[in-house]
């Protein structure tokens, strides 16, 4: 049964599962915009000023930019892996790496889902900084947002539970295709994935301004 779920899930249609995943993420992105941060304070005091306009334009971009930043963290990704296949003598080839890449992103809509419940139902009166700032079953909610450097609050926002389930999926999504020991498929995602995952982060802790 497990396996079948398993199958399922990387084989199927790139087209039609690429544009459900672009579909639900516009759909959560647009519940976020106008139900939670275009009801803050802040921005309901910039709605009728220049800001304000350019609050809408960089709104209305992120809509439009869904399918381009999936489809280049997708390449990118996927290329990561399969190289790191390819370095561990893992017949995988770059198409099925992407689909992988792919199914693992569904993971990510949780937390975006989990964000739009919070503020709609628990922390009704949010700021924008804290809107931002919040991302469920991260290390930054065991911090003071407010107190660290900014250059810390991205990094501490991506380490979460949902980055390990992503890396679990990646895990399975190799040895689902690879057909080897899942020891080896975790040494590839370990070996390409979490090591450019770890440096990035640490680039941009350096270079952050």
């Known amino acids: 049964m497990a396996n079948e779920i398993e ?9 039609p599962t690429f544009i459900i995943l672009c579909l ?3 759909l ?17 005091f910039l709605q009728d000023r220049p ?3 350019v609050l809408k334009m960089i709104s209305a971009l992120q809509f439009f930019s869904i399918p381009l930043i999936y489809l280049w963290k997708f390449t990118v990704i996927g290329f990561v892996i399969w190289v790191g296949s390819f370095m ?33 139902f628990i922390e009704t009166d949010p700021t924008l900084p804290q809107i931002k700032a919040f991302y469920p ?17 991205y990094p501490l926002k991506a380490i979460s539970i949902f ?11 190799v040895h ?19 090591l450019i995952f770890l440096l990035w982060l640490l680039f941009y802790i350096i270079v952050y301004k």
């Open 7 to 15: 199958s399922s899930l990387f084989s199927t249609n790139k087209i």
């Open 24 to 26: 639900l993420t516009l």
């Open 28 to 44: 959560l992105l647009y519940i976020k915009i106008s139900f939670i941060e275009q009801e803050t304070a802040a921005f309901e």
């Open 51 to 53: 800001e304000g306009t």
């Open 88 to 120: 561990f003598g893992f017949r995988i080839t770059f198409s099925q790496c992407w689909s992988v890449v792919m199914a693992a992103e569904f993971i990510f809509l949780i937390p975006e889902f989990l964000k739009i419940v919070w503020f709609m």
């Open 137 to 153: 079953f991260s290390l930054i909610n065991l911090v003071d947002y407010t107190a660290i450097a900014k250059r810390y609050a």
């Open 163 to 173: 980055e390990f389930f992503y890396v679990l999926v990646l895990v399975n999504g």
């Open 176 to 194: 689902h295709y690879a057909r080897r020991d899942k020891r080896a498929a975790w040494w590839i995602v370990s070996a390409s994935y979490i």
